[in-house]
């Protein structure tokens, strides 16, 4: 994706359909298309549903298939459905899991069709060193026995609204909120000079991210202008984190600007 392609709606669309278009003219068909879901890393974006399935119907059509990465939006994140792909209402061909699979243990993992993984097999020679080692596997299962007994996919979708609350009751005291999208208990809040210009607050919001650090609260910054601050609180977050966390933000939003 160009810099630039969530600045306005379906212009990621748009960009893909010339792609594909010129790869066509070229003679060249999609491997495939891959996207996280929430956009995590272009500034936390969930484009409508209508749009994900255009997107993945092209790249079928074109010859390609479409990988899920639920590295970020996977394992109950987004507090409605336990995978990020399924707030779309299609059914990806291939999903890569990692991160949040072993809760801090290093473990990936890859699910796919048959149909497709056979051909690799009877292709390709393949060993992997660590894969399928019992003690990653048994951190993977043991997080996805914590997620189901202590309900953190209902967790996320409880506090994450709790925290939407509070992010859009800071954004009437605080003009340099722009934006606040999100899914669950992932939040990006953009940050911006001015609501009419909407320009990046780049430095302001690296300064947000370090004064939250020195109050002991850790967020991230995400988007091209690194501008959006990505809030993703661990899924065993309570009542209690959420007050804290938009308590040391309003401080702290209060102290810089
Ligand atoms: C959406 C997404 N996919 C994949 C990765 C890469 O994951 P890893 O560092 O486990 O290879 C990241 C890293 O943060 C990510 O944000």
């Keep these: 994706m160009h810099r630039d392609s969530f600045r306005a709606p379906g212009q990621w669309l748009q960009q893909l359909r010339q792609v594909l278009d010129q790869m066509a003219a070229e003679g060249l068909s999609p491997a495939a298309l891959m996207m996280d879901g929430l956009f995590s890393s272009d500034g936390v974006f969930s484009p409508p549903e209508a749009e ?7 790249v079928r059509q074109a010859g390609g298939v479409y990988i899920a990465d639920e590295v ?5 994140r987004t507090g409605d459905e336990f995978w990020g792909f399924s ?4 059914v990806p061909d291939m999903v890569t899991l990692g991160k949040p699979m072993g809760n801090g243990h290093p473990v990936a993992g890859l699910v796919a069709r048959s149909g497709l993984l056979d051909l690799f097999g009877e292709r390709q020679r393949y060993f992997n060193t660590f894969g399928g080692n019992p003690v990653s596997c048994c951190a993977a299962a043991a997080v996805l026995d914590v997620i189901e007994t202590e309900q953190l996919q209902v967790n996320a979708r409880i506090q994450g609204q709790h925290l939407g609350r509070q992010l859009h009751e800071l954004a009437q005291r605080h003009e340099v909120m722009g934006d606040i999208r999100g899914a669950g208990l992932f939040f990006g809040v953009e940050l911006v000079e001015d609501r009419d210009s909407l320009a990046p607050a780049t430095e302001l919001a690296s300064c ?5 650090r020195e109050a ?5 910054a995400t ?5 959006v601050l990505k809030i993703r609180p661990p899924l065993v977050f309570t009542a209690e984190h959420v007050e804290l966390l938009s308590d040391t933000l309003d401080r702290v939003l209060t102290q810089l600007s």
């Design 52 to 58: 994900i399935q255009q997107a993945v119907n092209w």
């Design 72 to 76: 970020q939006s996977g394992f109950a």
């Design 87 to 90: 707030r779309y209402q299609v």
């Design 208 to 212: 947000v991210v370090n004064g939250m």
């Design 216 to 220: 002991g609260v850790l967020i991230s």
């Design 223 to 227: 988007g091209p202008d690194a501008n």
